[in-house]
């Protein structure tokens, strides 16, 4: 049955690798299973020729998508219909592959219905869109298999879920469906493979690709005084890096964030005139036409250098790519990872990876990542628990299509890993919710969404509210996005309506590239022009702050427990010397079981800095915890100041500090009222009512309307507020509250690394060190809290002045 695929691989001249055939054999004998390989391995075709050998062998049988294939961006599936063309053409195979997303012409999903592909890439949201038809049952009655491409992307996600649910009802159609998922960078796969598989199934786990190297080289700056510059400074360096860069080497120069990608390549243009037309900007932000174009730029070779952010950092094939740098620390082992397997991205090939520092204590990061990789370690991925609004939408989409029986769905449901254990009072819950509104909005006859039908079915009636269902499926809940465009021509991409809601006409911002001034906002599109003034202001779109990985900040610790003991043995460490000998004289490095806390006074006030090495949001949590426990001791205001590697308070001057810390020190570290002082600390209230807009987004009660139509982020706060007060005040034990309050103790505080940190400082020394001014380790968070202050000097100016008053005080 292999032999056609096996003769295609004759005729390009390859020889399949091991894990391919593997993975063949596995799905020939009906088997389902998870392919872990490193990228650029050539996992697609392991998991697609397997089943095309099925299709070639029963091409007679009767006509219909026999693979579905799920990616999570649209780019990939353009990318893997080039793949998959190739051999169909080259060998005349009876096959056709069609492409279904958001970019899909009507034109085309109706030939898609009428005379379907037999293979069909596409995205989760458009997979519940067509469950969502009439059509859906017919469409997939012949489906042999589903293969779900970069699993480690959305399984952490609700829209890996929202594909878990689809995946679910697939096999209710279809009992003998086989599942095959592909990762790159999943720590916990036999978990992975389950959530997947679905709980029925036995994954079988597919690993053993050659390693491909991985060489990655720090740009160390000359020379690092006592006084580690801060992120935003990065930019000053850019001399460094461009000696560094080869004008002739294909190159992607990865940043964490749209903004930062932004800046980026706006200094590299200026300082690279002669690179001018073979420099571009890649975000997801930018309009879909200049995205394409600039990747078939460099899969061509006309386009050498690519700032970009994490929008290339999924499959894509880009063979002539050379070399990636990643500017700033990663945040964890597998994005670089990821990141380094954009170049060489052929089985075998070596990835070279440049990494640009922007903070100095970024080496520091740098180091513990290479010994990560050393270890062979990366981050386990695990989705969000039993969310009911993804539920809810899922039971809608369903309704809309075929409709569904209860019994049966709540059975296919439970067979997924995510919802395996969900209650039958929460399963009555949704049921309710969907057909009478729940207990308060049952007057509102868009809310009573369900009908019953004569067979026991629910289904969707009202055309309205089945037709503004399908335009509103998905579970990403950004803010509204305004769309960016010349006032004669073409559109750009979109910016959040936070950042235009801030500008004046004639206000210039720099965008895609560019200096744009602003004209008008009208029907949610700012209309800009082109202009030579110049401005500092770049957009800023929400999620744009990373957080150190659990698995990054443990041996982040044994990286500063290193250094303390003198144990420098590689150039990120070597380089951050004369930074530890300042930390040492001035105060200490903790070994990995221990927790730093150091005190000062200054003109400032009191200062406190802690120093658990957990991460910049389980430092927030910390941060006002102890604040709001101090404040219970003796009243005062206190400035909670936070980074990757510990957390600032600062108070009034007569503030006593030392004496709370010394008296106090185990009511700090307690962990037995956690909930109930975050409560107290953080306004968990208003947190959990910011939360809950995006869970009503999802569960279907907020809408965004009809396209040219879409609401307004005031338009959604509002409806969202007052659902938010509604179900407080006449249905508090509704179900979506209590997960919003979960999701933001869960995810946004993440509250069982706090609760872990707390334990582990629990069990450990802690070393109090008063000391005569901030440290080197102090230093970050003293940036960090001017960044977030009035005044008429820059911050570059503040930091500048800062240093030099304390090199004066040491002598220098």
């Given at each position: 049955m292999l032999s056609p695929i096996l003769n295609w691989f004759q005729h390009q001249r390859w020889s399949p690798l091991p894990f391919q055939k593997?993975?063949?054999?596995?799905?020939?004998?009906?088997?389902?299973?998870?392919?872990?390989?490193?990228?650029?391995?050539?996992k697609t075709y392991a998991a697609v020729m397997g089943p095309i050998a099925q299709m070639l062998a029963s091409a007679n049988e009767?006509?219909?998508?026999?693979?579905?294939?799920?990616?999570?961006?649209?780019?990939?599936?353009?990318?893997?219909?080039?793949?998959?063309?190739?051999?169909?053409?080259?060998?005349?195979?009876?096959?056709?592959?069609?492409?279904?997303?958001?970019?899909?012409?009507?034109?085309?999903?109706?030939?898609q219905i009428k005379n379907p592909p037999e293979i069909l890439i596409t995205t989760p949201e458009s997979l519940c869109v067509l469950l969502a038809s009439r059509h859906c049952e017919a469409l997939f009655k012949t489906l042999d298999t589903v293969v779900l491409d970069e699993w480690h992307e959305l399984i952490g996600s609700k829209r890996g879920i929202q594909a878990e649910l689809a995946l679910s009802w697939l096999r209710q159609q279809r009992p003998q469906l086989q599942t095959w998922a592909i990762s790159a960078?999943?720590?916990?796969?036999?978990?992975?493979?389950?959530?997947?598989?679905?709980?029925?199934?036995?994954?079988?786990?597919?690993?053993?690709?050659?390693?491909?190297?991985?060489?990655?080289?720090?740009?160390?700056?000359?020379?690092?005084?006592?006084?580690?510059?801060?992120?935003?400074?990065?930019?000053?360096?850019?001399?460094?890096?461009?000696?560094?860069?080869?004008?002739?080497?294909?190159?992607?120069?990865?940043t964490n964030t749209r903004n930062q990608a932004e800046r980026w390549f706006q200094c590299l243009r200026y300082a690279c005139p002669e690179m001018e037309g073979l420099l571009a900007l890649h975000h997801s932000a930018l309009d879909r036409s200049e995205r394409e174009s600039i990747e078939a730029a460099v899969k061509a070779g006309s386009m050498l250098w690519v700032v970009c952010t994490s929008s290339l950092d999924l499959g894509v094939d880009f063979q002539p790519v050379e070399r990636v740098v990643q500017i700033g620390s990663p945040k964890n082992l597998a994005r670089l990872l990821q990141r380094a397997g954009r170049s060489a991205h052929l089985p075998g090939g070596t990835s070279k990876v440049l990494f640009m520092p922007t903070n100095a204590l970024e080496l520091l990061e740098l180091s513990a990542v290479r010994r990560g990789l050393e270890?062979?370690?990366?981050?386990?991925?695990?989705?969000?628990?039993?969310?009911?609004?993804?539920?809810?939408?899922?039971?809608?989409?369903?309704?809309?299509?075929?409709?569904?029986?209860?019994?049966?769905?709540?059975?296919?449901?439970?067979?997924?890993?995510?919802?395996?254990?969900?209650?039958q009072e929460g399963w009555d819950w949704c049921l309710r919710f969907l057909e009478h509104g729940g207990d308060c909005l049952g007057a509102y006859p868009r809310y009573r969404k369900l009908d019953s039908t004569d067979d026991g079915r629910f289904v969707v009636r009202d055309n309205a509210i089945a037709r503004l269902h399908r335009l509103n499926i998905g579970t990403i809940t950004s803010a509204p996005a305004i769309r960016v465009r010349f006032v004669r021509g073409s559109v750009l991409g979109h910016v959040e309506e936070t950042f235009i809601s801030q500008l004046k006409p004639k206000d210039v911002f720099f965008f895609a590239g560019r200096q744009l001034e602003f004209v008008r906002l009208r029907d949610m599109t700012a209309y800009v022009k082109?202009?030579?003034?110049?401005?500092?202001?770049?957009?800023?779109?929400?999620?744009?702050?990373?957080?150190?990985?659990?698995?990054?900040?443990?041996?982040?610790?044994?990286?500063?427990?290193?250094?303390?003991r003198g144990e420098l043995d590689n150039n990120e460490l070597k380089a951050l010397e004369p930074l530890f000998e300042r930390q040492m004289d001035l105060s200490t490095l903790p070994s990995s079981d221990q927790l730093l806390i150091e005190t000062c006074r200054t003109r400032e006030g009191m200062h406190l800095y802690a120093y658990p090495?957990?991460?910049?949001?389980?430092?927030e949590g910390l941060g006002f915890l102890w604040a709001t426990r101090l404040t219970k001791k003796k009243?005062?205001?206190?400035?909670?100041?936070?980074?990757?590697?510990?957390?600032?308070?600062?108070?009034?001057?007569?503030?006593?500090?030392?004496?709370?810390?010394?008296?106090?020190?185990?009511?700090?570290?307690?962990?037995?009222?956690?909930?109930?002082?975050?409560?107290?600390?953080?306004?968990?209230?208003?947190?959990?009512?910011?939360?809950?807009?995006?869970?009503?987004?999802?569960?279907?009660?907020?809408?965004?309307?009809?396209?040219g139509k879409n609401k307004s982020a005031g338009q959604l706060q509002i409806s969202g507020s007052l659902l938010w007060e509604v179900f407080n005040k006449h249905e508090p034990g509704n179900l979506l509250l209590k997960q919003a309050q979960q999701e933001v103790l869960q995810e946004q505080l993440e509250l069982p690394r706090l609760r872990s940190a707390l334990k582990r400082m629990q069990r450990g020394e802690t070393l109090h060190c008063p000391t005569p001014r901030p440290t080197p380790l102090a230093f970050p968070l003293l940036v960090e809290r001017l960044n977030n202050r009035m005044s008429n000097e820059s911050v570059l100016e503040r930091i500048q002045r800062m240093q030099r008053e304390a090199l004066n005080q040491e002598g220098f």
């Amino acid at each position: 049955m292999l032999s056609p695929i096996l003769n295609w691989f004759q005729h390009q001249r390859w020889s399949p690798l091991p894990f391919q055939k593997r993975t063949w054999e596995s799905h020939l004998q009906g088997l389902s299973g998870l392919i872990q390989v490193p990228t650029g391995s050539g996992k697609t075709y392991a998991a697609v020729m397997g089943p095309i050998a099925q299709m070639l062998a029963s091409a007679n049988e009767q006509a219909g998508i026999r693979l579905l294939y799920i990616t999570p961006l649209r780019a990939l599936g353009r990318d893997l219909a080039v793949a998959l063309q190739q051999p169909i053409d080259a060998m005349g195979w009876p096959l056709r592959v069609g492409i279904r997303n958001g970019d899909t012409p009507s034109a085309e999903r109706s030939r898609q219905i009428k005379n379907p592909p037999e293979i069909l890439i596409t995205t989760p949201e458009s997979l519940c869109v067509l469950l969502a038809s009439r059509h859906c049952e017919a469409l997939f009655k012949t489906l042999d298999t589903v293969v779900l491409d970069e699993w480690h992307e959305l399984i952490g996600s609700k829209r890996g879920i929202q594909a878990e649910l689809a995946l679910s009802w697939l096999r209710q159609q279809r009992p003998q469906l086989q599942t095959w998922a592909i990762s790159a960078t999943i720590g916990n796969l036999e978990e992975s493979a389950r959530y997947a598989l679905g709980e029925a199934c036995e994954p079988c786990l597919i690993t053993g690709a050659p390693k491909r190297g991985l060489d990655v080289t720090s740009i160390l700056p000359d020379s690092i005084d006592g006084f580690p510059w801060g992120g935003h400074l990065g930019l000053r360096r850019y001399e460094d890096l461009i000696g560094k860069l080869k004008p002739c080497t294909s190159t992607l120069l990865f940043t964490n964030t749209r903004n930062q990608a932004e800046r980026w390549f706006q200094c590299l243009r200026y300082a690279c005139p002669e690179m001018e037309g073979l420099l571009a900007l890649h975000h997801s932000a930018l309009d879909r036409s200049e995205r394409e174009s600039i990747e078939a730029a460099v899969k061509a070779g006309s386009m050498l250098w690519v700032v970009c952010t994490s929008s290339l950092d999924l499959g894509v094939d880009f063979q002539p790519v050379e070399r990636v740098v990643q500017i700033g620390s990663p945040k964890n082992l597998a994005r670089l990872l990821q990141r380094a397997g954009r170049s060489a991205h052929l089985p075998g090939g070596t990835s070279k990876v440049l990494f640009m520092p922007t903070n100095a204590l970024e080496l520091l990061e740098l180091s513990a990542v290479r010994r990560g990789l050393e270890n062979g370690m990366v981050e386990e991925r695990r989705p969000p628990n039993q969310p009911l609004d993804v539920l809810l939408q899922h039971l809608t989409t369903l309704a809309c299509g075929p409709g569904f029986r209860p019994v049966e769905t709540l059975e296919a449901i439970r067979s997924t890993s995510t919802y395996r254990t969900l209650e039958q009072e929460g399963w009555d819950w949704c049921l309710r919710f969907l057909e009478h509104g729940g207990d308060c909005l049952g007057a509102y006859p868009r809310y009573r969404k369900l009908d019953s039908t004569d067979d026991g079915r629910f289904v969707v009636r009202d055309n309205a509210i089945a037709r503004l269902h399908r335009l509103n499926i998905g579970t990403i809940t950004s803010a509204p996005a305004i769309r960016v465009r010349f006032v004669r021509g073409s559109v750009l991409g979109h910016v959040e309506e936070t950042f235009i809601s801030q500008l004046k006409p004639k206000d210039v911002f720099f965008f895609a590239g560019r200096q744009l001034e602003f004209v008008r906002l009208r029907d949610m599109t700012a209309y800009v022009k082109t202009t030579t003034k110049k401005s500092t202001a770049v957009p800023a779109w929400a999620g744009g702050q990373m957080s150190l990985s659990d698995l990054l900040t443990h041996h982040l610790r044994e990286e500063v427990a290193r250094a303390g003991r003198g144990e420098l043995d590689n150039n990120e460490l070597k380089a951050l010397e004369p930074l530890f000998e300042r930390q040492m004289d001035l105060s200490t490095l903790p070994s990995s079981d221990q927790l730093l806390i150091e005190t000062c006074r200054t003109r400032e006030g009191m200062h406190l800095y802690a120093y658990p090495f957990e991460g910049r949001f389980v430092h927030e949590g910390l941060g006002f915890l102890w604040a709001t426990r101090l404040t219970k001791k003796k009243r005062g205001t206190i400035t909670v100041s936070v980074n990757d590697y510990g957390f600032e308070l600062l108070a009034p001057k007569g503030y006593p500090m030392d004496d709370l810390l010394e008296e106090h020190l185990e009511d700090l570290l307690d962990d037995s009222n956690l909930e109930t002082d975050l409560e107290q600390a953080l306004n968990l209230s208003e947190l959990c009512r910011r939360r809950f807009r995006g869970i009503a987004q999802v569960a279907g009660l907020l809408v965004q309307g009809f396209p040219g139509k879409n609401k307004s982020a005031g338009q959604l706060q509002i409806s969202g507020s007052l659902l938010w007060e509604v179900f407080n005040k006449h249905e508090p034990g509704n179900l979506l509250l209590k997960q919003a309050q979960q999701e933001v103790l869960q995810e946004q505080l993440e509250l069982p690394r706090l609760r872990s940190a707390l334990k582990r400082m629990q069990r450990g020394e802690t070393l109090h060190c008063p000391t005569p001014r901030p440290t080197p380790l102090a230093f970050p968070l003293l940036v960090e809290r001017l960044n977030n202050r009035m005044s008429n000097e820059s911050v570059l100016e503040r930091i500048q002045r800062m240093q030099r008053e304390a090199l004066n005080q040491e002598g220098f």
